[in-house]
């Protein structure tokens, strides 16, 4: 055999062991479920948005935006994750209470390979009054 197939074939079976040597693609954050759930109704206004996603995201550069019934932008909190396990919640604490009404909340998070997702849902707030 040639020396430069002799090459050509260990050069071959080098890059098939790395390939297969190699971990696998990691999946960007997605959104497993919200606190309150993506469109439904709580009969009193949360203290929080709660957001678990698919792998820990990267705090300082997420960003989580309520917006009310009239489309006026909610006051949040900074971001935090609430508890210290790696299923913890992103947590955006409500400083005031929400009316009744429909929300929409609104989040940008990057993954743990720095690409940014986004999404959305709303909810709806019914109080007594």
């Known amino acids: 055999m ?5 090459r050509a074939a260990l050069a071959a079976s080098v890059c098939a062991v790395a390939i297969a040597a190699s971990p696998p693609a ?3 954050a997605r ?6 759930i993506a469109d439904g109704t709580v009969a009193a206004s949360p203290l929080a948005i709660r957001l ?3 792998e820990r995201v990267e705090l300082g550069v997420s960003s989580v ?7 006026a932008a909610v006051k949040t909190g900074p971001l935090s994750y609430d508890g210290t396990g790696d299923n913890a919640p992103v947590k955006a604490p409500l400083p005031a209470p929400l009316v009744s009404g429909k929300y929409r909340v609104n989040w940008v998070v990057a993954s743990s390979d720095g690409h940014p997702v986004k999404g959305e849902f709303a909810f709806t707030v019914k109080t007594g009054h």
């Open 26 to 28: 990691r999946f960007h």
């Open 2 to 6: 040639p020396a430069f197939a002799i």
């Open 31 to 36: 959104l497993l479920k919200s606190e309150p």
């Open 65 to 71: 935006k309520v917006t009310g019934p009239a489309g």
């Open 52 to 54: 678990w996603f698919s």
